[in-house]
């Protein structure tokens, strides 16, 4: 799975993948040291998964692609509507038949 943190300041995107990580830690999955740059971090986890921090800015946005994202509330909505939302793609599996929640 590869999560993505689309935020407005990078401080505030920071905060919230450091709470990613300390989760992932609780549940007993560890991750390859974090790295970190003026515009984005990104952090891989033993079991597959992969989270990155972008600053929600038109050149750092687009390009990028994820199962799960976490938007920033103080990006504006026609930005989230236009770049953010057609980087979100589905699950490689849907939940409700792996938790056999009926048919859709």
Do not use: S
């Not at 003026?38 to 597959?48: E, H, Y």
């Not at 920033?72 to 236009?82: L, Y």
């Amino acid at each position: 799975m590869r999560g993505i943190i689309y935020c407005d300041k990078l401080e505030t995107g920071l905060a919230e993948f450091k709470k990613i990580i300390e989760d992932y830690a609780n549940i007993g999955i560890t991750c390859d040291k974090p790295v970190a740059n003026a515009n984005q971090a990104r952090v891989t986890f033993n079991n597959g998964d992969e989270w990155i921090v972008v600053r929600a800015t038109e050149g750092n946005a687009r390009g990028h692609a994820c199962n799960v994202a976490y938007i920033d509330r103080m990006i504006p909505d026609d930005f989230v509507e236009t770049i953010i939302m057609p980087t979100i793609k589905a699950f490689p599996y849907q939940a409700y038949r792996y938790y056999n929640w009926g048919t859709w």
